[in-house]
């Protein structure tokens, strides 16, 4: 699956920022999505996923109630709207893509994710 994430930039404190995944010519209905980020001299830390068959979704406890994850299935696209966004969101963001799966917190862990996006950049400064 090749991922396409978009939609990200140079916003100030405070800003909202809506990125997209997208996967052209590929059905995303099977599969979980889960939206990481990565600042400099950090480790890659997991955001949110949403399941593309029953859209249920999980948040990081980071980002829980700011930032918000939403599914297109006719489309093939996920949605990551951040809100009350700080400088400490400066971060490049990627989206992944793997089989669903219950029972566990499988989505947490970027070693369980087969396909990545090219990640988008997203900086947050007065």
């Known amino acids: 699956v090749q991922l396409q994430a978009f939609g990200g930039g140079l916003v100030q404190p405070g800003d909202s920022l809506k990125l997209s995944c997208e996967a052209p010519?590929?059905?995303?209905?099977?599969?979980?999505i889960g939206w990481f980020r990565q600042a400099p001299g950090k480790e890659r830390e997991w955001l949110s996923c949403?399941?593309?068959?029953?859209?249920?979704?999980y948040y990081a406890d980071s980002v829980k109630g700011r930032f918000s994850i939403s599914r297109d299935n006719a489309n093939n696209k996920v949605y990551l709207q951040m809100n009350s966004l700080t400088p400490e969101d400066t971060a490049i963001y990627y989206c992944?893509?793997?089989?669903?799966?219950?029972?566990?917190?499988?989505?947490?862990?970027?070693?369980?994710?087969?396909?990545w996006g090219q990640g988008t950049l997203v900086t947050v400064s007065s």
């Open positions: 992944a893509a793997d089989f669903e799966r219950y029972g566990s917190t499988w989505y947490q862990n970027p070693s369980e994710y087969d396909n």
């Open positions: 949403i399941m593309m068959s029953d859209g249920m979704t």
């Open positions: 010519g590929f059905t995303l209905d099977d599969y979980g």
